[in-house]
């Protein structure tokens, strides 16, 4: 992250929609996803959780599938399943959800017009992480692929012919994660549904103040709005080499990967 002065953000940002269908669509599932997120938020926070992970590391083959299989049951329908090793105090599971929440960056350089600290400081959609176990019996949370805005969350739904955002988003996060990490600086448009997302990978101060990588997205472009300049990259790197691998690998997990 640079040194450039910071400013603060302007007051909330709040998106209309002119499309009476597509306010429709989204207000039910903000308000879904909404319910979802805080069931999960419950269940993450009561204290058990770190004695399950614990069994779930260091336990007996019965006991680590078992306590694998509560944690996985608990998050019910807010959290994807990634990846899971039930290894004997190897052990590791991660889940991704989605979590509608304010924006993400809380300032920003001085040289960022008004229109773009305005359109920063959107609430927004992310795609967030759950790591449990490795050896540290670990139980963490946080920001990870994706940030959604409600202007590009919008425009996926209304010119997507109305798929699920969640599919959307999703496909988003498949293929991110799959990128070559020597394309990181290529990331403009990102293939999701029948289009793309368009936006850029940032590293900057979050507004739990950690710094953190993830990717931004502007909008959401039909495949007949795009044009030769606007294709997406579909590569896929090699395993060690791609974004999910190294610069989005989730937080809790850097060091593990430094380790020889």
């Not at 002119?18 to 879904?32: M, P, V």
Request: charged share 25%; aromatic share 8%.
């Amino acid at each position: 992250m640079d040194d450039q002065p910071m400013k603060s953000w302007p007051a909330k940002t709040t998106i209309t929609y002119g499309d009476a269908e597509t306010r429709g669509k989204l207000r039910h599932w903000k308000r879904r996803l909404g319910e979802h997120y805080d069931a999960f938020e419950r269940v993450f926070r009561k204290p058990d959780r770190i004695q399950i992970v614990a069994d779930m590391v260091r336990g007996s083959t019965s006991t680590r599938r078992k306590a694998f299989d509560k944690l996985h049951a608990g998050w019910g329908k807010a959290a994807f399943l990634e990846g899971v090793t039930l290894e004997r105090n190897k052990a590791l599971a991660i889940w991704s959800y989605l979590k509608p929440r304010n924006s993400v960056f809380v300032q920003a350089s001085d040289n960022v017009t008004d229109t773009e600290r305005a359109s920063l400081a959107q609430d927004c959609v992310c795609v967030n992480y759950i790591v449990a176990g490795t050896h540290r019996c670990e139980l963490a949370d946080g920001l990870w692929t994706l940030e959604v805005p409600d202007h590009a969350l919008g425009r996926a739904v209304e010119r997507s012919q109305f798929l699920t955002p969640e599919a959307i988003i999703r496909e988003a996060h498949i293929n991110l994660l799959a990128l070559p990490v020597e394309r990181m600086n290529d990331i403009h448009y990102i293939k999701a549904g029948p289009g793309c997302f368009a936006g850029a990978l940032m590293v900057a101060r979050e507004v739990t103040y950690v710094v953190s990588a993830h990717v931004r997205v502007n909008t959401w472009l039909a495949s007949e709005m795009m044009g030769d300049n606007q294709q997406p990259i579909l590569e896929v790197g090699e395993p060690g080499k791609r974004l999910g691998d190294t610069v989005l690998l989730p937080r809790p997990l850097w060091s593990d990967r430094r380790e020889p």
